[in-house]
């Protein structure tokens, strides 16, 4: 099929990007990366009557340090991403998930603002912001706001954000130096959708857990935080930690379900296995899952 007939607008600026969508009436829809858009216009399963591209949006790219935290510019490129010092340096659990996205022929097309704005459950970069803690920035011809990450995914492919708002940056608070990456997916396929998955951080302060940041993927409608995991690790010292104890915490506050991949046993199952390996593996606690 060939997508529906629509008009395509090429702003030089955030400020023109969102007179545009206001101006359309719900009517437009951003691209930057296209990789998932692009095909839902060939399927004729999203037909906007304008098409907004931001690609040539200078403020909308680039990695940036800001106040107590590193700033990403939604129109970046996930290849350009992964390739960052300021990131590897600062957000090494960002970069750890970031590498699992798609493959890298898409990395090369596909935007980081992309991946988080669109809210797919069982994404890495969704689950990624919610487990840092990111700020997501959002401007239209209203105004500007910031919502935290937690707060912006209301249900599959669902978000707080209305039709005349544009995306114009996620910053990632900072983590102690020397913070540990909790990283783990399953996957019919590498490049595939996660059919569960989390992602983290741990900082620890002399010898007890001092900051902790958990997100699961494909476990629910949207990216979740594991809150009761966190709030129990938080204080512990390492060799109290009982990760199989932990992972049943942490899978008190997912939602997993059935489809045509797997059960939501299945993810249960595994989801409780993986999560109690990874703890157990980057605190180097012997008594693994």
């Not at 949006?57 to 970046?76: E, M």
């Not at 990624?128 to 912006?152: H, K």
């Not at 009761?228 to 049943?248: C, F, H, T």
């Amino acid at each position: 099929m060939k997508p529906a007939p629509f008009d395509y607008v090429r702003p030089s600026s955030v400020e023109e990007a969102c007179r545009v969508l206001a101006e359309a009436g719900g009517g437009a829809t951003v691209i930057a990366g296209g990789q998932t858009l692009m095909p839902l216009l060939a399927l004729r399963m999203s037909q906007p009557f304008i098409l907004v591209d931001i690609n040539h949006i200078a403020a909308l790219k680039g990695v940036t340090r800001v106040a107590g935290g590193t700033r990403v510019g939604p129109a970046t490129r996930q290849a350009d991403a992964l390739r960052d010092e300021t990131l590897a340096r600062h957000l090494p659990a960002f970069v750890t998930a970031l590498g699992h996205v798609g493959h890298y022929q898409t990395r090369n097309r596909g935007t980081v603002g992309g991946s988080v704005a669109l809210g797919e459950p069982a994404a890495e970069m969704p689950a990624t912001a919610v487990a840092l803690g990111a700020r997501i920035e959002i401007a239209s011809v209203r105004g500007t706001r910031t919502v935290p990450a937690d707060e912006f995914y209301l249900g599959p492919y669902m978000t707080v954000l209305e039709p005349d708002e544009l995306v114009t940056g996620v910053v990632y608070p900072d983590w102690p130096d020397g913070h540990l990456v909790l990283f783990r997916e399953v996957a019919q396929r590498p490049g595939d959708f996660a059919l569960v998955g989390l992602v983290g951080a741990l900082a620890l302060e002399s010898g007890l857990i001092a900051r902790a940041g958990v997100g699961w993927f494909g476990m629910g409608p949207t990216p979740i935080r594991a809150r009761q995991a966190e709030d129990a690790l938080v204080g512990s010292a390492l060799d109290r930690i009982d990760p199989q104890a932990m992972a049943r915490l942490a899978l008190a506050d997912t939602a997993p379900f059935d489809d045509h991949h797997v059960s939501a046993e299945y993810r249960r199952t595994v989801g409780a296995r993986i999560f109690a390996r990874a703890l157990a593996e980057t605190l180097g606690i012997r008594s693994a899952a």
